[in-house]
């Protein structure tokens, strides 16, 4: 069976994560910044050295094709980001954009020739830490973004993602133009560590994404009576931090509570006015961050979220006020996929489980033009966007293993090369 090389994996990981905004302090590489280019740069010399056919789009994201044998067959895409949350680690996206690349370089190498024609995607401002805005690349590539959209997002410097694609050399108002057609794509496949701790528990190298859990993100405002600390006693009080902690509190066992039994929920942001520590405070916001695969119980825990909010208003004598900040439908992938990916695993011999993914991915807005397929490698002791994130070579090599030959598989191998039929 074709193999990649996991020392060249090893060498792309480390010369990327040398393109670092914080030396010895995790990894941070936000979209459009110096070290984003020369990550950048070093994948373009890479895809140009194995003759693949580049283009970037208006906002930097990157498709490098290998031709197939039929050339108005549509392409078989794999790929996903390289930037990174602030200080974050090495493999979130990098993994999976690499891993990409090898396939494509094993493909080369070895003088395989596939029906479809393959491509490279590098997405561009996965994470949003540069925007606030998630999988903002590819939004954009596959048109839900407009011009207008993109000069709305800013950064915390009030420059505008329009404005830093221009500044990085792109021409969003291209974009249009670009937008990734559904009769362009056959088929897309995203390599990626887990960033839990369900592999790493059960110590499987692989697993095989079914769904991607919906999303709903809501801000809480809990209004009450500023006052002295000190001269107001307990009774007379209508203290919004006390009702927001006891609702705070709820969140673990509502979220517990429902049928599904995979709901999460995370209050991730609190601020408190006027955060003083002798005043009581006037006003308390907070988010609540909801998830599940189940929408159903997704809705349950956010109406069991909603009726404790009231309760404790109520019981506290202060205003409650909840928002809908934004969110994502649950995205089930579909079976044809997941079935190849895993009988090129059993072919392989690679331990493989199916699974949800707690976490969004590129892939998610690939699924609205094209059939998705997601490979998930462990996160040692489940963590990621931290420093310490870290993933074996060993895992790594059985990811990229089952991507590339799930790569041939959908691309169709077209033939072997002379004096290499044994090989598959
Ligand atoms: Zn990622």
Same mark, same amino acid.
């Given at each position: 069976m074709t193999e990649v090389n996991v020392e060249r994996i090893?060498?792309?990981?480390?010369?990327?994560?040398?393109?670092?905004?914080?030396?010895g302090r995790g990894y941070t590489r936000f979209s459009?910044?110096?070290?984003?280019?020369?990550?950048?740069e070093y994948l373009l010399s890479e895809c140009s050295k194995l003759g693949l056919e580049i283009t970037v789009d208006g906002v930097g994201n990157?498709?490098?094709?290998?031709?197939?044998?039929?050339?108005?067959?549509?392409?078989?895409?794999?790929?996903s980001h390289i930037d990174t949350v602030y200080? /974050?680690?090495?493999?979130?996206?990098?993994?999976?954009?690499? /891993?990409?690349?090898?396939?494509?370089?094993?493909?080369?190498?070895?003088?395989?020739k596939t029906r479809h024609p393959v491509e490279l995607v590098v997405f561009s401002e996965e994470e949003g830490s540069n925007f606030s805005t998630p999988l903002a690349g590819s939004k954009a590539m596959v048109g839900r973004y407009s011009v207008e959209d993109l000069k709305r997002l800013k950064n915390a410097s009030g420059v505008s993602m329009y404005e830093a694609a221009k500044e990085a050399g792109y021409? *969003?108002?291209?974009?249009?133009?670009?937008?990734?057609?559904?009769?362009?794509v056959k088929a897309m496949l995203e390599l990626h560590i887990e960033q839990s701790v369900v592999l790493d528990s059960e110590r499987l190298p692989v697993g095989i994404v079914e769904a991607i859990a919906a999303i709903q993100t809501w801000e809480i405002d809990v209004s009450g009576v500023a006052n002295h600390a000190g001269a107001t006693p307990m009774r007379l009080r209508n203290d919004p931090m006390a009702a927001a902690s006891?609702?705070?509190?709820?969140?673990?066992?509502?979220?517990?509570?429902?049928?599904?039994?995979?709901?999460?929920?995370?209050?991730?942001?609190?601020?408190?006015? *006027?955060?003083?520590?002798?005043?009581?405070? /006037?006003?308390?916001?907070?988010?609540?961050?909801?998830?599940?695969?189940?929408?159903?119980?997704?809705?349950?825990?956010?109406?069991?979220?909603?009726?404790?909010?009231?309760?404790?208003?109520?019981?506290?004598?202060?205003?409650?006020?909840?928002?809908?900040?934004?969110?994502?439908?649950?995205?089930?992938?579909?079976?044809?996929?997941?079935?190849?990916?895993?009988?090129?695993?059993?072919?392989?011999?690679?331990?493989?489980?199916?699974?949800?993914?707690?976490?969004?991915?590129?892939a998610c807005l690939l699924a609205t033009i094209t059939k998705v397929g997601m490979i998930f490698v462990p996160s040692i002791g489940?963590?990621?966007?931290?420093?310490?994130?870290?993933?074996?070579?060993?895992?790594?090599?059985a990811g990229c293993n089952l991507l590339l030959g799930t790569l041939l598989k959908l691309a169709g191998q077209a033939g072997f090369r002379c004096g290499e039929a044994s090989e598959r």
């Open positions: 090893r060498r792309d990981i480390e010369t990327i994560c040398s393109f670092n905004a914080t030396p459009f910044s110096k070290e984003d280019s020369l990550a950048r990157i498709r490098a094709r290998l031709e197939g044998v039929d050339s108005q067959a549509p392409s078989v895409m794999t790929g200080q /974050g680690g090495m493999f979130d996206g990098l993994l999976g954009t690499v /891993g990409a690349l090898e396939a494509i370089r094993t493909i080369v190498e070895k003088g395989l021409e *969003p108002d291209e974009l249009p133009g670009q937008v990734l057609k559904p009769e362009e006891k609702v705070i509190a709820a969140v673990r066992d509502l979220a517990r509570a429902t049928s599904s039994g995979t709901t999460v929920g995370t209050v991730g942001r609190i601020h408190c006015e *006027p955060n003083v520590t002798n005043v009581i405070p /006037g006003r308390v916001r907070f988010s609540l961050d909801a998830r599940d695969v189940d929408t159903a119980s997704l809705e349950d825990f956010v109406e069991a979220f909603r009726r404790e909010l009231e309760k404790q208003s109520r019981l506290h004598g202060v205003e409650s006020e909840i928002r809908f900040l934004g969110g994502s439908e649950a995205v089930f992938l579909p079976g044809e996929i997941t079935e190849i990916i895993e009988t090129e695993a059993r072919e392989r011999g690679i331990a493989c489980r199916r699974m949800n993914s707690g976490a969004v991915h590129d489940g963590r990621s966007h931290v420093p310490e994130e870290n993933t074996s070579y060993e895992d790594i090599e």
